[in-house]
């Protein structure tokens, strides 16, 4: 059977919701047999669960932060296996690994870990890598071709080998503040391809020009689901990016609506393939805006208030955005309320 017929078979049965939930006791979060995934934020959550599937994300919540727990289908296998942790319920795969930095060298260690990833993912029951988290320190440091998010970009090509980029997934990378020269990687993954989607303001990051690095960043905007499952749309890290060019430098709520622009346009092309993904963002909608300065955290979720008010579930962090210029980025995923 060709891989397209054997998606094709199999897929379909995937499920995953995204919630935000606020918890005392985060190791009660993982007591249910769907859950795939539990994410803490910040200092203020455990380093560890003794669970593969928890993982605390190193960078400082605005406020009181929720954890985001991922529901699939019960139940849910995990396991450790040199160096990544994973679990899954043999529709989806959610995996993590995490690499030191040798004196710095934040191209190797990303090639580590791509390779690592992709080797083992490449050899499971849910090859198709849908979406991906990149969190590095001290990503814009070093000038020109040395800043490290350049080399981070390098070595994350090199640990993928051979890609189509046509097929790439949907990916964040943004920067720690703690200063751990740790490359945390997180992936979800799947029995059946998703469709990666593009966005018709900007240029697809894979054809970004020589000016912004030797190798352009490999993701996609969004990735769609594979068809049948009952998934949401998987919004890559989105800023004011229109073309290729930052726009609005030095004015945080300038970029903050025209990253809105920018999903109203990839909500726009996702829905093209999927006309049933509500047009507007919504209950379905769950958002995490990472704002570069600390001082801005609290004109981002004013701003954020008054577009959404309660509407739209949504999580504020603290991190570096790979391109100095810009000070806010947001990821996510959006699909009817019900999914
Ligand atoms: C941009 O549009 C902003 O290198 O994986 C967003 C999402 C960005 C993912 C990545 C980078 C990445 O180019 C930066």
């Known amino acids: 059977m060709s891989r397209a017929m054997q998606d094709a078979s199999r897929g379909g049965a995937a499920r995953l919701a995204v919630e935000y939930v606020h918890a005392d006791d985060p190791a009660r979060l993982l007591d249910g047999d769907d859950v ?33 727990v991922w529901h699939a289908n019960a139940p849910v296998m995990r396991g450790c296996d040199d160096g990544v942790r994973w679990a899954s319920d043999g529709e989806l795969m959610f995996g993590v690994i ?19 990833m992709a080797a083992f993912t490449t050899g499971s029951r849910t090859p198709r890598l849908l979406r991906i988290w990149n969190y590095v320190d001290a990503i814009t440091f070093g000038e020109g071709d040395d800043e490290r998010y350049r080399a981070f970009c390098v070595g994350r090509a090199q640990g993928l080998g051979d890609f189509d ?3 790439l997934p949907a990916a964040t990378a943004i920067g720690r503040c703690d200063g ?13 391809a998703g469709t990666p989607v593009e966005n018709p303001r900007q240029v697809s990051a894979y054809r970004y020009p020589r000016r912004y690095g030797p190798q352009p960043p ?11 499952s009952a998934m949401p749309l998987m919004l890559s890290g989105t ?16 970029q903050l609506d025209e990253t809105f622009n920018n999903f109203d346009a990839l909500v726009g092309a996702a829905r093209a393939h999927d006309p049933s993904l509500p047009p507007r963002f919504g209950a379905g909608t769950r958002l995490k805006v990472y704002v570069r300065d600390r001082d801005d955290l609290a004109l981002v979720a004013d701003a954020l208030d008054r577009r959404f008010g309660d509407a739209v579930p949504r999580l504020l962090l603290h991190a570096a955005i790979c391109r100095r210029e810009l000070a806010v980025e947001i990821d996510g995923v959006h699909g009817r309320p019900a999914d």
Do not use: C, I, K, N
Not at 218 to 228: C, E, I, K, Q, Y
Not at 243 to 249: A, C, E, F, K, P
């Open 36 to 68: 795939l995934a539990v994410f803490g934020f910040g200092t203020a959550a455990p380093g560890s669960l003794g669970d593969p599937r928890y993982l605390r994300v190193p960078l400082e919540p605005h406020g009181d932060a929720p954890y985001e």
């Open 98 to 116: 995490e690499v030191a930095e040798h004196d710095g060298d934040v191209q190797e260690a990303a090639r580590a870990a791509y390779a690592r």
């Open 165 to 167: 980029v046509r097929s």
């Open 180 to 192: 751990e020269r740790v490359v945390q990687v997180y992936w979800l993954a799947s029995v059946a």
């Open 218 to 228: 490999s993701f996609a905007r969004a990735m769609l689901p594979p068809a049948g």
């Open 239 to 254: 800023a004011a990016v229109v073309g290729h060019v930052s726009m609005h430098d030095g004015e945080v709520l300038a």
